[in-house]
């Protein structure tokens, strides 16, 4: 079976500062992981996904993630946040087709 | 660039109708799904169809629920008779293949009153 564990509900920082998303995951297979993001009334994008290649992750508007096997960790990652990243994260895990959805993660950025 | 397209964006229904949920997927995937996340709660996997059939389905999706893809282009949720417990956005997503990322539209947000 598979999980996965968003360490926090809500985060807020103050723009121009780091942003830190914590992901725990675990799966009985070798996963896919990926990181998606909602803007408020939009669908859900695609940041950026690891398949078993390089463990950092490079994904769109600045963002990355590392994968870390011994920690079953896969953290999100932006050295200064932006206004326009304001929006719900959610870390997904897929060992199969289904993809398993964390809970979420409301990040807020203050100006 | 491609996206995948539903409609509508916000569906009422009395408690007890019928209500097919639409999706257009992205042209050269293969691969279509159904989640839904009802208000404050996680994004649930519905079912996946390839090659014109379920390919996997979770124990949300009882007889209540079917897929199809009645042409080269739509995908289709129906809910026969729907619940109150019905109501939240159910999302279509594609992929190119079955362990390629997925690619979701905007979400239907059904209500049913």
């Known amino acids: 079976a598979q999980s996965v564990t968003q360490l926090d509900s809500h985060v807020s920082v103050s723009e121009g500062t780091p942003v830190l998303l914590r992901c725990n995951y675990s799966s009985s297979y070798s996963p896919s992981l990926f990181w998606y993001v909602q803007h408020p009334n939009k669908g859900l994008q695609l940041l950026l996904k690891y398949t078993s290649a390089a463990t950092l992750v490079k994904g769109i508007n600045g963002f990355e993630a590392e994968f870390k096997k011994s920690e079953t960790s896969f953290h999100l990652t932006k050295p200064s946040a932006h206004m326009s990243d304001a929006a719900e994260y959610f870390c997904?895990?897929?060992?199969?087709?289904?993809?398993?959805f964390g809970s979420g993660t409301r990040l807020q950025v203050q100006p | 660039e491609p996206e995948v397209t539903q409609t509508p964006s916000h569906q009422v229904t009395q408690m007890g109708q019928e209500v097919i949920l639409r999706c257009v997927p992205i042209?050269?995937?293969?691969?279509f799904y159904w989640y839904r996340q009802i208000l404050g709660q996680k994004v649930e996997f519905l079912v996946s169809?390839?090659?014109?059939?379920?390919?996997?389905k979770s124990e949300i999706f009882d007889d209540q629920f079917s897929v199809e893809r009645p042409d080269g282009s739509n995908f289709t949720l129906k809910i026969r008779s729907t619940k109150l417990e019905d109501s939240a956005m159910y999302f279509c997503?594609?992929?190119?293949?079955?362990?390629?990322?997925?690619?979701f539209g905007q979400g239907t947000r059904l209500t049913v009153v």
């Open positions: 169809f390839y090659n014109n059939e379920i390919s996997e």
């Open positions: 997904v895990v897929s060992p199969r087709r289904a993809l398993t």
């Open positions: 042209s050269n995937h293969l691969y």
């Open positions: 997503a594609s992929s190119e293949g079955g362990y390629t990322e997925a690619f």
